[in-house]
C-alpha cells in the first residue's frame, strides 16, 4: 500500500509557474505507474498527465502538453506547470496504479489517491 501526499498549490497569476508534488510512502511506489488529475468544480475529473513506474514512457493530455510536464524520482513524482492559465484552477491529484508499471490515462485504473492541492490561476 501506499499513502500520497501532493503539496505546491497555491495562487497565483496567469503566466506563472507552479511545480506540484506528491510524496509516497511506502516501498512499492517505484513499481507504481503515476498520474496526476484534476478536477474542477462541478465538472468531472480529468486526465493531466502519467508516467510509467520506470519514467520512461509519460503521457500527457493535449490541452496541457506543451506547458505542463510530469517527472518523478526515487520517492515523489512531480507535475511542473508554465504558463498557467485561469482555466487549469481546479483541484489536482496524485494517484498511484498498482495494477501496472504502465500508465493510464483512465482515472478507474488507478488505485491509490491523494487528498488533492488547490491551484488557483488569477487574471
Known amino acids: 500500500q501506499v499513502q500520497l501526499v501532493e503539496s505546491g498549490g497555491g495562487l497565483v497569476q496567469a503566466g506563472d509557474s507552479l511545480r506540484l508534488s506528491c510524496a509516497a510512502s511506502?516501498?512499492?511506489?517505484?513499481?507504481?505507474?503515476m498520474g496526476w488529475f484534476r478536477q474542477a468544480p462541478g465538472k468531472e475529473r480529468d486526465f493531466i498527465a502519467a508516467?510509467?513506474?520506470?519514467?520512461?514512457m509519460t503521457a500527457t493530455a493535449a490541452s496541457v502538453k506543451a506547458r505542463f510536464t510530469i517527472s518523478r524520482d526515487r520517492n515523489t513524482v512531480y507535475l511542473q506547470m508554465n504558463s498557467l492559465k485561469p482555466e487549469d484552477t481546479a483541484v489536482y491529484y496524485c494517484?498511484?496504479?498498482?495494477?501496472?508499471?504502465?500508465?493510464?490515462?483512465?482515472?478507474?485504473?488507478?488505485?491509490?489517491w491523494g487528498q488533492g492541492t488547490q491551484v488557483t490561476v488569477s487574471s
Open positions: 508516467i510509467s513506474s520506470s519514467g520512461g
Open positions: 511506502g516501498r512499492a511506489f517505484r513499481t507504481y505507474a
Open positions: 494517484a498511484a496504479r498498482s495494477s501496472s508499471i504502465y500508465h493510464s490515462t483512465r482515472h478507474e485504473d488507478y488505485d491509490y
